[in-house]
Structures are given as structure tokens and as C-alpha cells.
């Protein structure tokens, strides 16, 4: 058996989502696929995927070989193109994951500026508005908003994004600026639920956090359609400063109690912890880590 081809078939398995599929990735027969996962079980003594007639999922010996498979498969694939292409440009396939509204405002825009220069990079964007595994799904790099825990990934800070009170001037003019956080609980609020899934806003007061609990007549899963619910007058908003950052700067909206905010939420470029990463993902990152330092993300006042 050809271990490092049984590798490779079996990492192609999981990316793709089915044996069929692998086949066709790999252009080979379904038989071949069928044989080759199965002559690995065997070798290993072990079971390495869960297959129905519905799904197929990862055993732990699986999910354990799986990510062992990607660095040994990384770690020969960088071996060789040090040997066979040391001075040439990055090329080869990238899946990458980011939140929605941020990859289109700042993500996409730095990777297509990315590939324009390495036309021998393929990046595959994939905008999701959840936790991706990243192992499990076969992804190179994810963008992520979030106070990571302590994991096997490793973290690349490239920003922070501010957590915002906001509403429509008109509101402010009529019913005036709240000057404590307190006078939201009296006040109509839109409810983003992606930034506070209940009806608790979080602030910050001397050092401590201090919770709120406001009430309005809209709520929604979408940032987009909340924040032009804000913009509209229905209330005041709790969002993300970069999903609000075009309409503050229309004056369509207003920041309000900004020394009240929270500690700033990093941004961080995210991939497996490896020994060696490839020459294009070193590339794309370092892009990144530059473009989204030049559009200084989130980083908006409230004048």
C-alpha cells in the first residue's frame, strides 16, 4: 500500500464529504476510493469514518489520523516545492472562511488584490456567519472575531473591532443622547441577534462589566437589515463597528456611550498549528495581515 496515496485519499474523502466525491476529485473509479479506505482501516486497525446511507462523519481515531494526515501531507508537499520551485511564485489551492459582512467589506477586496499579483494561487472564500472546524472541513485559514481559547491553532492578530451603541440622529434630536447606559432599559432598542443573542447589552464601568436589559419592537439574525432598522429611528443598536462604519460616516448614525464600551473583540487569521505552513499560505497571510492593518478595520469615531 501506498501510504502517502491512502493519505491523500483519505484526506480527499473528508474535504469532499463523500467517497463519490473524492473519486471524482482524485479521477479515480468509486471501487478504487472503496479499496484504498478500506485497505487503510485495516492496516491501522482502526475505524476511521462513520458511513450510513444519510452521512458520513469522523470517528476520534479518524478525526486523530486526520489531522496528522494534513501535516505529513503538508510537510512532503513543502519539502518538495523547496526543491523543485525554491525562487518561483506561490501556487496551489487556499480554502479560506470569514464572517459574512466582514469578508465582503475587507476580506474579499484583499484577496482579490492577492490573487491579481500570485495568478498562480486559487483561493477558495467562503463566507460563513459560524464557527467553521477547521480541520474538519478542510480549510487552510480562517478569519475570526472572537477572544480565542487556548487551542492547537495558531493565531495571527491583524485587528480589533469595537463593540457600538448607535442610533439615527433624528432619534438623538427628539428624545435626546443617553448619558449611562442605564436610560437604554427606558428607551426603544433594536435587538442584532448575532451580537447578543438575548436581550442583555454588556458595558463596561469602572473596570466592570455591567449588564443591561433592553426591550424594542425589532429584533433580527442580520446585521444589514438591523442596522437600517437603527439608521430608520426604531431604536438604538448594539453592533460591531465595522457593520456600522458606512452609515456613521453618512451621518446616518451616531455612536453613543463610548466610555462605556467594552474591551475591543481581536481579529485574528487562524490555521491548524503545523511544523511548516506552505508558501502560498505564508503569502496570503502576510497579505492580509497588511491590507487589513492599511483599512484599519473597525476603527471608526463617532465624529
Same mark, same amino acid.
Given at each position: ?11 480527499? #474523502? @473528508? ?7 473524492? $473519486? ?11 479499496? %484504498? ?8 486497525? +482502526? ?27 503538508? /510537510? ?9 520551485? $525554491? ?5 496551489? /489551492?487556499?480554502?479560506?472562511? +470569514? ?7 475587507? @476580506? ?12 498562480? %494561487? ?18 487552510? =485559514?480562517?478569519?475570526?472575531? +472572537?477572544? =480565542? ?24 434630536? $427628539? /428624545? ?18 448575532g451580537i447578543a443573542p438575548g436581550d442583555l447589552w454588556t458595558f463596561a464601568e469602572n473596570g466592570r462589566e455591567l449588564s443591561i436589559k433592553v426591550a424594542g419592537n425589532f429584533s433580527c439574525n442580520q446585521a444589514l437589515a438591523a442596522v437600517e432598522a437603527c439608521a430608520a429611528g426604531l431604536g438604538f443598536g448594539l453592533f460591531l463597528s465595522y457593520q456600522v462604519e458606512a452609515l456613521v460616516r453618512a451621518k ?14 481581536? @481579529?485574528?487569521? %487562524? ?28 476603527? #471608526?469615531?463617532?465624529?
Amino acid at each position: 500500500m501506498d501510504k502517502l496515496e491512502a493519505m491523500r485519499t483519505y484526506v480527499a #474523502i @473528508v474535504d469532499r464529504g463523500s467517497l463519490t466525491a473524492a $473519486a471524482e476529485a482524485l479521477g479515480r473509479s468509486l471501487p478504487t476510493v472503496v479499496r %484504498v479506505l478500506a485497505a487503510l482501516e485495516e492496516h491501522l486497525g +482502526a475505524r476511521l469514518l462513520r458511513r450510513t446511507t444519510r452521512r458520513m462523519s469522523l470517528t476520534p481515531e479518524g478525526q486523530t489520523y486526520l489531522e496528522r494526515c494534513r501535516r505529513i501531507l503538508n /510537510d512532503v508537499e513543502e519539502a518538495e516545492g523547496s526543491l523543485v520551485r $525554491a525562487q518561483s511564485e506561490p501556487r496551489g /489551492d487556499i480554502r479560506m472562511t +470569514a464572517p459574512v459582512l466582514f469578508g465582503q467589506m475587507h @476580506v474579499a477586496p484583499a484577496v482579490s488584490a492577492f490573487l491579481r499579483r500570485y495568478s498562480e %494561487v486559487r483561493v477558495e472564500l467562503l463566507l460563513l456567519d459560524r464557527v467553521v472546524n477547521i480541520v474538519e472541513e478542510g480549510i487552510d =485559514l480562517a478569519l475570526r472575531i +472572537a477572544h =480565542l481559547a487556548d487551542s492547537t491553532m495558531i493565531a495571527v492578530p491583524v485587528g480589533r473591532v469595537r463593540r457600538v451603541v448607535c442610533a439615527s440622529p433624528a432619534m438623538l434630536d $427628539a /428624545d435626546g443622547t443617553p448619558a449611562h447606559p442605564r436610560e437604554l432599559s427606558q428607551r426603544p432598542c433594536v435587538r442584532f441577534r448575532g451580537i447578543a443573542p438575548g436581550d442583555l447589552w454588556t458595558f463596561a464601568e469602572n473596570g466592570r462589566e455591567l449588564s443591561i436589559k433592553v426591550a424594542g419592537n425589532f429584533s433580527c439574525n442580520q446585521a444589514l437589515a438591523a442596522v437600517e432598522a437603527c439608521a430608520a429611528g426604531l431604536g438604538f443598536g448594539l453592533f460591531l463597528s465595522y457593520q456600522v462604519e458606512a452609515l456613521v460616516r453618512a451621518k446616518r448614525l451616531n455612536i453613543v456611550l463610548e466610555e462605556f464600551e467594552p474591551p475591543p473583540i481581536p @481579529v485574528s487569521l %487562524v490555521y491548524p498549528e503545523a511544523r511548516l505552513i506552505s508558501t502560498r499560505l505564508r503569502a496570503l497571510i502576510d497579505w492580509l495581515k497588511k491590507a487589513l492593518a492599511e483599512r484599519r478595520t473597525g476603527d #471608526i469615531q463617532s465624529s
